[in-house]
Each structure stands twice: as C-alpha cells, then as structure tokens.
Nanobody, 127 residues
C-alpha cells in the first residue's frame, strides 16, 4: 500500500509560479510510475503530467506543455514545477502512483491506470 501526500499548493497571481511536492511512503518507490492530475469544480479529473519509474520518460497534457515540469528523485519525492500560471490552472491537484511491474520506461496518462492517490492540494490562480 502506497501512501501519497501532496504539499505546496496555494494562491498565486497569473504569471506566477508554484512547486507541488508529493511524498511517497513506499520504500520501493523507484518501481512506480508517477503522475499528476487535476480537478476543477464541476469538471472531471484530468491528466497533467507523468514520469516513468526510471525518470527517463515524461508526458504532459497539451495545456501545460512548456509551462509545467515533472520530476522525481531517489528520496521518494515527486515534484511539479508550474510556471506562467493561468487562472484556468486553478484546481485541486492530485499525485498518483502505479506499479510498473518492471516496465521502467512506461508513462501512464489515464486515471484508471493508477492505483494510489494522494488527498489533493488546492492551487488557485488569480487574474
């Protein structure tokens, strides 16, 4: 059972930056593909970014390409660096994990592909 805890959300003006962090409890963190999703009020949860278990492959939603960067380290942490934030980025952001079962290069972009979820962190971008 993997436990995920997000932090780093908050209120920022349009054009500003934030960094979200996701701390994982699992000691075998390195075998999990990780992802970020977000959910705005009245909308479905949507994919934002994903990173493979070996950190070598990433994928991004078109809406955040060039502005957001996903990364991970060996200390069971994952990050989402968000620049040039827009009001439409306002949402609750969730980190997620899935066991790759040895596929170190895989990235997962669907909600159903992930087994473990954090509690969410609110990001609000004011205009």
């Amino acid at each position: 059972q993997v436990q995920l805890v997000e932090s780093g959300g908050g209120l920022v003006q349009a054009g500003g930056s934030l960094r979200l962090s996701c701390a994982a409890s699992e000691r075998t963190f390195s075998r999990y593909v990780m992802g970020w999703f977000r959910q705005a009020p009245g909308k479905e949860r949507e994919f934002v970014a994903a990173i493979s278990s070996n950190g070598g492959n990433t994928d991004y939603a078109d809406s955040v390409k060039g502005r957001f960067t996903i990364s991970r380290d060996n200390a069971k942490m994952m990050y989402l660096h968000m620049n040039s934030l827009k009001p439409e980025d306002t949402a609750v952001y969730y980190c997620a994990a899935a066991d790759t079962r040895g596929n170190t290069k895989a990235v997962v972009t669907t909600t159903r592909g992930y087994s473990y979820w954090g509690q969410g962190s609110q990001v609000t971008v004011s205009s």
